[in-house]
């Protein structure tokens, strides 16, 4: 599709001109097109690199289209009430200069974000104009935390998930495969699988038969379609189907048996093979993705009635499984390549916080702010925080007051991790302490940490004094804006399918939570001077 000529001049009979009257100096609509729309504008140049110049009819003006899918998320609105809004709503008119198009276009839009690597141009737009307006510095206090966002999926039984995948494998095969060519026993599968239905007041026994039979099925069924051509060996749901039953069955007795239990990070349902099934803790369990939220972290706090200057910075889309030290590297990468520096202090929970992180942190000249983990339990013996280590000295002091200076450095060939083994050996036998230290059928008291011990010994020291208390209070507000994103903009519930639809989405909602703050920040101060 071609480019349609575009002008930022609105026209003379426009909104603008005619009803600028009706909207009040701090209204939002008004505010989006004074703030907003000039920095959809100028980021064109970005947008025509999604369309050819010349070829084919002219295309939907895509500065109005990317206005659109943050007003959307803005006002909490779907495709089609968007443009519906966008042909009736005089706001919408006066913030996006132009007329409606037809809802279908947003689809076609977002895909075509998708498919040349600008899902985060919105988000990134936004911020640009926030660190120009000098509301957001390139290098600040930030915070940082996670939240689940739930698939547009229900969880199924693994005989469930294996049947539907199967029918959406022979539904796909029926229409690549002539039916001369399909062998005997299809028309069984099809009765099975596309045909019948499953009765779920069977009993657990017949459920688990069934269950063994789709495996059977789906092996001859992938045995058969490896004599086919290369381009139906690697359609979408015939490689599904081989991930199906990699992950539900096992062989067993020169048979295919479903697994007894589901293994971690499997395929829950086929119509979304990204959304993972995951348990956060004894309640707390989704299928979905996981999102990091990070935003700027004010020195002191503001007066009551004065609105947030606090703006988000990233928020970048995970799997469900990922941890939150792999989503802390993703979001400091994310950062750098929007132009953000390092944060001097990020504020963090305990899961973020590990010796490596901080090690990391201070090389490249940051803080990373919470609380450390304690030491694993070893059943007996004292944990290794009763410790006293020196990593640069080579030496313990233990619980007793024994020193140890009996250090090995232990290093792994396969991912080059490096700790350090200290051992008390003959100072172990006529201490006092033995029985509370040393566990039993151990001859003498040894304790393994890793490289950067240190650092973790001086947090945890330092999370007993009150000054830590005092600076960790700057991290409580980032559960407010997640909050803010759940209630305001439906984080926790994605609209699309698939992890790149639903990082979009993020994306769009974290603009949208920027353009409301900037608004409200704006009206704010318009209606003190008034």
Not at 54 to 70: H, K, M, T, Y
Not at 282 to 297: L, N, S
Request: proline share 4%.
């Amino acid at each position: 599709m071609s480019l349609p000529v575009f002008s930022r001049q609105e026209s003379l009979f426009g909104v603008g001109s005619l009803a600028d009257k009706l909207f009040a100096p701090a209204d939002r609509f008004r505010l989006f097109g004074e703030k907003i729309w000039p920095l959809l504008a100028a980021a064109r140049p970005e947008l025509e690199t999604m369309y050819c110049a010349d070829n084919g009819r002219a295309a939907a003006e895509p500065v109005v289209l990317l206005g659109v899918s943050v007003l959307q998320f803005l006002e909490r609105a779907p495709d089609r009430q968007a443009m519906e809004h966008l042909a009736m709503h005089l706001g919408w008119k006066r913030a996006l200069h132009r007329a409606a198009y037809d809802p279908s276009l947003l689809t076609y839009f977002r895909d075509r974000l998708l498919a040349h690597e600008q899902g985060r141009l919105a988000f990134d737009t936004i911020l640009d104009g926030l660190r120009e307006a000098g509301l957001v510095s390139k290098r600040t206090r930030q915070r940082l935390d996670s939240t689940h966002v739930l698939g547009v999926v229900r969880q199924m039984s693994s005989l469930e998930c294996v049947r539907e995948t199967l029918r959406l494998a022979l539904e796909s095969l029926a229409e690549a495969v002539a039916e001369a060519g399909r062998p005997a026993v299809w028309t069984q599968w099809w009765e099975r699988y596309v045909e019948s239905n499953l009765d779920y007041r069977a009993e657990a026994a017949t459920l688990w038969a069934k269950l063994d039979q789709a495996g059977a099925d789906a092996w001859a069924l992938l045995t058969w379609i490896m004599t086919l051509p290369v381009a139906v060996q690697t359609h979408e749901r015939v490689t599904l189907l081989a991930q199906v039953f990699d992950e539900y069955f096992e062989g067993v007795d020169q048979a295919w048996r479903g697994r007894r239990q589901r293994l971690s990070g499997g395929v829950v349902n086929p119509h979304e093979p990204e959304a993972q099934w995951r348990r956060k803790g004894p309640d707390k369990m989704w299928i979905g993705y996981q999102v990091q939220v990070a935003e700027t972290a004010a020195e002191q706090p503001l007066p009551a009635a004065e609105p947030t200057r606090q703006f988000l910075t990233a928020v970048e889309t995970q799997s469900a499984l990922a941890s939150d030290e792999a989503g802390l590297e993703q979001v400091l990468t994310a950062q750098e390549a929007a132009g953000q520096d390092k944060p001097s202090q990020l504020y963090v929970d305990g899961a973020y916080v590990s010796a490596a992180v901080m090690a990391a942190a201070r090389a490249q000249d940051w803080e990373l702010v919470g609380p450390a983990q304690p030491s694993a339990a070893t059943g007996t013996g004292y944990r290794a925080e009763r410790f006293v280590v020196s990593i640069a000295q080579r030496q313990a002091l233990c619980p007793a007051g024994q020193i140890s200076t009996q250090c090995s450095r232990l290093e792994e060939a396969a991912t080059g991790k490096v700790q350090y083994r200290f051992e008390w050996s003959w100072r172990c036998h006529a201490c006092a302490q033995r029985a509370a230290c040393v566990g039993a059928g151990q001859a003498h008291r040894s304790l393994v940490v890793g490289e950067h011990h240190d650092l973790l010994q001086a947090r945890r020291r330092e999370m007993s004094t009150s000054a830590f208390a005092g600076r960790m209070k700057r991290r409580a507000a980032i559960e407010g804006t997640i909050s803010e994103l759940v209630r305001r903009f439906g984080l926790r519930q994605a609209r699309y399918r698939g992890r790149r639809k639903v990082a979009l989405q993020n994306w769009l909602i974290g603009a949208a939570c920027n353009v409301k703050r900037w608004l409200r920040l704006t009206a704010w101060k318009l209606e003190a001077v008034t």
